[in-house]
T-cell receptor, first 112, second 114 residues
Framework: GQQLNQNPQSMFIQEGEDVSMNCTSSSIFNTWLWYKQDPGEGPVLLIALYKAGELTSNGRLTAQFGITRKDSFLNISASIPSDVGIYFCAGQRETSGSRLTFGEGTQLTVNP | KAGVTQTPRYLIKTRGQQVTLSCSPISGHRSVSWYQQTPGQGLQFLFEYFSETQRNKGNFPGRFSGRQFSNSRSEMNVSTLELGDSALYLC?????????????FGSGTRLTVV
């Protein structure tokens, strides 16, 4: 099935470092969402973006909706061990109702 | 306020059998969507129900079906199970159609087909 291109696939960082990941697509999206998934659990919404160019923060997390509406990025500042998990981007198109298209995920490992 | 509840959490079935998974949305939420998550294909949309009507359907074979009851609880059914149906099945609920309205996922049902 169609997915968003999410990079990087995995990251190994030291506690305190900043992290950046992004998603790109050849299609335009109306909404971009960023989720975190812990093992054995469902994805938990971190940040939702509804407007091209929008920059939104949630604590140490900052995400932006690309101007072209075909990309988005997520930054995590001053990482801590509990940031470990898989981060997914998801996009929603105007014509797709509630259907979300997900990226492949970024596996983040934080070394204390 | 209780979250999205999926039952059972784990399930083991034999190839050829059928299975029914249940999802109870957050109280007041009327939209329920289902996703399949596998290591190879990632998160794939199955279908969405709103007010007991299927509103949207993904690219899955007819063996995958669902329904929604008047209390917004939803079930999905997979008939004639195949090994490739082994996956984490997730449902998400929101009070209106669309992810702009509090789209919350449950913890999922881990289905293993042997």
């Amino acid at each position: 099935g169609q997915q968003l291109n999410q990079n990087p696939q995995s990251m190994f960082i030291q506690e305190g470092e900043d992290v950046s990941m992004n998603c790109t697509s050849s299609s335009i999206f109306n909404t971009w969402l960023w989720y975190k998934q812990d093992p054995g659990e469902g994805p938990v919404l971190l940040i939702a973006l509804y407007k091209a160019g929008e920059l939104t923060s949630n604590g140490r997390l900052t995400a932006q909706f690309g101007i072209t509406r075909k990309d988005s990025f997520l930054n995590i500042s001053a990482s801590i061990p509990s940031d470990v998990g898989i981060y997914f981007c998801a996009g929603q198109r105007e014509t797709s109702g509630s259907r979300l298209t997900f990226g492949e995920g970024t596996q983040l490992t934080v070394n204390p | 306020k209780a979250g999205v509840t999926q039952t059972p959490r784990y399930l083991i079935k034999t190839r050829g059998q059928q299975v029914t998974l249940s999802c109870s949305p957050i109280s007041g939420h009327r939209s329920v969507s289902w996703y399949q998550q596998t290591p190879g294909q990632g998160l794939q949309f199955l279908f969405e129900y709103f007010s007991e009507t299927q509103r949207n359907k993904g690219n899955f074979p007819g063996r995958f079906s669902g329904r929604q009851f008047s209390n917004s609880r939803s079930e999905m059914n997979v008939s004639t199970l195949e090994l490739g149906d082994s996956a984490l099945y997730l449902c998400a609920s929101s009070w209106q159609e669309g992810p702009n309205y509090g789209y919350t996922f449950g913890s999922g049902t881990r289905l293993t087909v042997v």
